[in-house]
């Protein structure tokens, strides 16, 4: 269904003898000040490091840059999936996972269920992880639960327009809001045809020359399943 360099754990390779490619400093070069003494930033490299960083000019400062995480919960309901239609931009009025930033002070599995309180209005329990995908090219890593509703009632928040329980058959692929959540649902749907629900890993790259609104032009590179 999708493009995948995959491996399963019955050969995956070891963590110390797969190549993964250094990441670039991101967006380093839109950092134009301090964010301590609000003094004016250079970009160079440090010394010791590798990368080009922002520095500050005043107090010496240097502005690290690291990923973001995302967390959700995929929640099969009577064999019907939960999904939330975007009410806010990037990707308004497609479907979703309920999903969101992780916040300062909570664990993934208690995020993914805030999410999911606010988007859906759903109170869900978590019963275990289903993916970690990781986007190097945007900095961020999508953390996704399975979970179950602890009463079947929803009420869009106001991030989301419309909250629908889909069968597997019938899940709206043309109209899905991000790549992330395309992997999710088709692995997900693999695992029930297989009979086996699995842990999921993998690195999501973009094709190069797409943009973020083709959520079908990516590879899923060291694809691992427990």
Same mark, same amino acid.
Request: aromatic share 10%.
């Given at each position: ?9 019955? +050969? ?29 930033? #250079?970009?160079?490299? *440090? ?8 520095? =500050? ?9 690291? *990923? ?11 064999? #019907?999936?939960? /999904? =939330? ?48 995908? &990781? ?14 509703? #602890? ?10 327009? %419309?909250?629908?329980?889909? %069968? /597997?058959?019938?899940? *709206? !692929? &043309? !109209? ?14 693999? @695992? ?13 790259? #973009?094709? /190069?020359?797409?943009?973020?609104? +083709? ?5 899923? @590179? ?5």
């Amino acid at each position: 269904m999708f493009s995948t360099q995959s491996q399963s754990n019955s +050969d995956a390779p070891s963590p110390s003898s797969t190549s993964v490619a250094v990441p670039s400093a991101g967006n380093v070069l839109k950092i134009k000040f301090c964010q301590w003494c609000g003094g004016p930033a #250079k970009h160079e490299i *440090p010394a010791g490091e590798e990368k080009i960083r922002a520095v =500050c000019t005043l107090c010496g400062k240097i502005a690290y840059q690291n *990923p973001i995480m995302v967390v959700g919960c995929l929640i099969e309901h009577d064999r #019907k999936i939960l /999904l =939330c239609k975007r009410n806010i931009e990037p990707s308004f009025g497609l479907w979703t996972l309920p999903a969101g930033y992780l916040e300062i002070g909570e664990s993934a599995a208690e995020g993914a269920i805030r999410e999911t309180w606010e988007e859906a209005g759903a109170e869900v329990e978590v019963i275990s992880p289903f993916s970690q995908l &990781d986007i190097p090219h945007i900095g961020q890593t999508y953390v996704i639960f399975l979970a179950k509703l #602890k009463k079947p009632q929803l009420s869009p928040g106001p991030e989301s327009s %419309e909250c629908s329980l889909f %069968e /597997l058959d019938n899940i *709206p !692929f &043309d !109209f899905l809001a991000f790549s992330s959540i395309f992997i999710t649902l088709n692995l997900y749907i693999e @695992d029930v045809k297989s009979g086996k629900v699995k842990f999921h890993y993998g690195t999501i790259n #973009k094709r /190069l020359g797409t943009g973020p609104s +083709d959520i079908r032009a990516f590879t899923l @590179d060291y694809h691992l399943q427990v």
